[in-house]
C-alpha cells in the first residue's frame, strides 16, 4: 500500500503578495501557499486574503508555535545568516550583536532605533557598494524564506518548500559561506494561467480531480533526474506527458495559458552533478550543475528539493 502524498506548500517568498497574477501561477502547480509575512499581509484587502484562506489556497499557520520549535539546526542556520544582516546594518553604525545586547535595555533600544532612523537619501550616502548591498538583501530575503519552509516542515511535516521569483533569486550568486554542496539546477517550461485569469477559475481547477497530484509527479520527476534514476530519453517523454496532461487540464477550464519558466535547485551527488551536459539542449528542460551553501535542517541527500524559483510571468512578455 503507496504511503498518501504530503500536502505541497509553497513558502512564497514576501514579494509574491502583491502580485496577484503570480499567486494564481502558485495557486495551479501548489496545494496551498504561506507567507512568512502572513499576518502582515492581513493587514492589506483582508477580504481577498480571507477568501484565499476559505478556499484552502492560502496556508494559515501559528507563528508562535514555528518559532517555539525551533532546534539546534535551526538556531544555526539563524545565526549564520548574521553575518549578512551585519553587513546590511553596519553602515549605519550598528550591528546585530548590539542589539541583542539592548533587547532588554530599553534606553539602548531608543539609542540604536534613532540611529537607523535616517532618510533614505542619508542611509544611501552611508552604503559603499550599492551592488553588493542589494546582492546582501536578496539573499537574506531568499534564506530567510528557506529558514521559514525549513520551520514549517518540522513543525507540521508538509511537504514545503521555499519559492521566490527569479528577479528576487540569490541562488545563483556565489554564496562565500563554507560547506557549498553540489546541486542541479533544473529549469522547466510548465504551462500557467494567464493573468486574466479570474480566481473563479482557479479554484474550479483545483476542484477537478483530473488536477489533483500533477506537480507532485514533476516535482518526483525532478528529484529522479537529479538522483540519476531516469534516464535522458525516459526523462523527456515523461516530462512531455506530465506538461501535456497539466496543460489540457487548464484548458478544460477555459484557462487561457502563458509558459513560464520554473527553477528547481536539487541536491545530488558530486559525480553526478557533472554529467549534464546532454540535457541542455531540450526544449522542454535543462540542467546546469551549481554549488550551494545549504543551510542546516536542508537535506544533503540526492534528490532533495532546496528551493523553486519562478519567472512569475510569461516567457513571452516585453
Do not use: C
Amino acid at each position: 500500500m503507496s504511503t498518501p502524498a504530503k500536502e505541497l506548500i509553497a513558502i512564497a517568498e514576501f514579494g509574491f503578495i502583491e502580485n496577484d497574477a503570480a499567486k494564481k501561477q502558485l495557486a495551479t502547480i501548489f496545494n496551498r501557499i504561506a507567507f512568512p509575512a502572513f499576518p502582515l499581509a492581513l493587514r492589506h484587502n483582508a477580504a481577498h486574503w480571507s477568501m484565499l484562506v476559505d478556499q484552502g489556497i492560502l496556508h494559515e499557520y501559528d507563528i508562535k508555535k514555528l518559532k517555539t520549535a525551533a532546534d539546534g539546526a535551526t538556531r544555526n542556520s539563524e545565526f549564520s545568516l548574521i553575518e549578512d544582516f551585519n553587513e546590511m546594518i553596519r553602515p549605519l553604525g550598528t550591528s546585530v550583536e548590539e542589539m541583542l545586547a539592548a533587547r532588554n535595555d530599553p534606553e539602548e533600544l531608543k539609542r540604536i532605533k534613532e540611529k537607523v532612523a535616517l532618510p533614505v537619501e542619508e542611509i544611501e550616502a552611508k552604503i559603499p557598494d550599492h551592488e553588493r548591498a542589494m546582492q546582501t538583501i536578496r539573499r537574506v530575503s531568499v534564506n530567510t524564506t528557506r529558514l521559514f519552509a525549513i520551520a514549517v516542515r518540522k513543525q507540521e511535516n508538509p511537504d514545503a518548500y521555499a519559492t521566490v521569483r527569479s528577479g528576487d533569486s540569490s541562488l545563483d550568486d556565489d554564496d562565500q559561506r563554507p560547506n557549498k554542496h553540489d546541486v542541479l539546477k533544473i529549469v522547466v517550461v510548465v504551462p500557467v494561467p494567464d493573468e486574466q485569469t479570474s480566481w473563479q477559475q482557479i479554484i474550479q481547477y483545483r476542484n477537478d480531480p483530473d488536477s489533483q497530484g500533477g506537480f507532485i509527479e514533476l516535482k518526483e520527476w525532478m528529484s529522479d533526474l537529479a538522483r540519476g534514476a531516469i534516464l535522458e530519453a525516459e526523462a523527456q517523454h515523461k516530462l512531455e506527458s506530465l506538461l501535456d496532461q497539466y496543460r489540457r487540464v487548464l484548458q478544460r477550464h477555459e484557462i487561457q495559458i502563458n509558459w513560464t519558466k520554473l527553477e528547481a535547485f536539487v541536491v545530488a551527488s558530486a559525480d553526478y552533478a557533472q554529467r549534464f551536459a546532454p540535457f541542455s539542449a531540450s526544449p522542454l528542460f535543462w540542467v546546469e550543475p551549481r554549488k550551494l551553501a545549504l543551510l542546516e535542517g536542508e537535506s544533503t541527500l540526492p534528490g532533495s528539493i532546496v528551493a523553486f524559483v519562478t519567472e512569475a510571468k510569461s516567457m513571452f512578455d516585453e
